[in-house]
T-cell receptor, first 117, second 111 residues
């Protein structure tokens, strides 16, 4: 078990460019989450998948953001026409959800730090 | 909506106990969590407590939950310099689909 991995770890882009991040969850985990963390703040929920289905999206996820998990394994998060306000750490987490009433802890990856210049 | 609040900063001497406090508003919270974040790293799950419990102990960590006041605390016994980090509390609501985090408490352990 190698944990949740994210690539790239750092991304610097110019305003208006598109960027894509990848998350590889823990292999047997069926749920995958994306959070955004700005400097000095706690993570904020963006969206989550159960297998390949995207089941919930936050109002933070504007129409410039799209996330996919095509085969129920890795996920990508794309930001189109980036803005300076998109600069943040993008965190991915995964969990094993199989039964109501269990904690199914979310395990986080190291994050992708995006800087929009 | 859900809201989670934490104090910003705590300074403690090595060997002393640290107590980090958190308040939340969602009365339907099912589980409450404590995560640790070191510089440049992701979040490490430290411990969690189910909402029908009032205390959980895990080695040097003690979690206290006052559900009536919606108050959660994390006590770290014998604090070490390696405990210096940002600590986040988070709650999971009844829908169980996401975590709502506080803003984090930066803990500085002085030798």
């Amino acid at each position: 078990d190698t944990g949740v991995s994210q690539n790239p770890r750092h991304k610097i882009t110019k305003r208006g460019q598109n960027v894509t991040f990848r998350c590889d969850p823990i292999s047997e985990h069926n749920r995958l989450y994306w959070y955004r963390q700005t400097l000095g703040q706690g993570p904020e929920f963006l969206t989550y998948f159960q297998n390949e289905a995207q089941l919930e999206k936050s109002r933070l996820l504007s129409d410039r953001f799209s996330a996919e998990r095509p085969k129920g394994s890795f996920s990508t998060l794309e930001i189109q026409r980036t803005e300076q306000g998109d600069s943040a750490m993008y965190l991915c987490a995964s969990s094993l959800h199989y039964l109501a009433g269990v904690p199914y802890e979310q395990y986080f990856g190291p994050g992708t730090r995006l800087t929009v210049t | 909506g859900e809201d989670v609040e934490q104090s910003l900063f705590l300074s403690v001497r090595e060997g002393d106990s640290s107590v980090i406090n958190c308040t939340y508003t969602d009365s339907s919270s099912t589980y409450l969590y404590w995560y640790k974040q070191e510089p440049g790293a992701g979040l490490q799950l430290l411990t969690y407590i189910f909402s029908n419990m009032d205390m959980k102990q895990d080695q040097r960590l003690t979690v206290l939950l006052n559900k009536k006041d919606k108050h959660l605390s994390l006590r770290i016994a014998d604090t070490q310099t390696g405990d210096s980090a940002i600590y986040f509390c988070a709650e999971r609501g009844a829908a169980g689909n996401k975590l709502t985090f506080g803003g984090g408490t930066r803990v500085l352990v002085k030798p």
